[in-house]
C-alpha cells in the first residue's frame, strides 16, 4: 500500500477548473452590455464617416494648393524662361475650378 503526503497528493491530483476571469453571470454579460458595445459601434462608425469627410477635404485643399504652387512658380520664373502658353492653360484651369 502507498502512502500518498500532501506533495504527492497535489502532484497526482487533477487541477479543478478556475472560472476564466470576466466570465460567467454577474461579470457583465447580458443585454445592457450589448446595447452599450451597439452604441459605441454605432459612435464608431459615425466617427469614420466624419474623419472620411475631413479627408475628403483635405485631398480637395492639398489639390487646390498644388495647382496654386504650379501657376505661382510659372510666374516667378523670368519672363525670357516664361511658357506663356503654359501659364495660361494653368490659368485657365484654375479659374474653371473657382
Do not use: C
Not at 502512502?3 to 454579460?29: I, V
Not at 498644388?66 to 516664361?82: C, K, T
Amino acid at each position: 500500500m502507498k502512502f500518498l503526503t500532501r506533495k504527492t497528493a497535489a502532484k497526482q491530483a487533477p487541477a479543478s477548473p478556475r472560472p476564466a476571469q470576466g466570465r460567467g453571470q454577474g461579470q457583465g454579460h447580458g443585454p445592457a452590455r450589448w446595447k452599450q458595445a451597439q452604441k459605441d459601434i454605432d459612435a464608431l462608425r459615425r466617427r469614420v464617416a466624419a474623419v472620411e469627410q475631413e479627408l475628403q477635404e483635405a485631398r480637395q485643399l492639398n489639390r487646390r494648393l498644388a495647382e496654386i504652387v504650379d501657376v505661382v512658380a510659372e510666374v516667378l520664373l523670368p519672363a525670357e524662361q516664361r511658357d506663356e502658353e503654359r501659364l495660361r492653360a494653368i490659368l485657365a484651369k484654375y479659374d474653371e475650378s473657382l
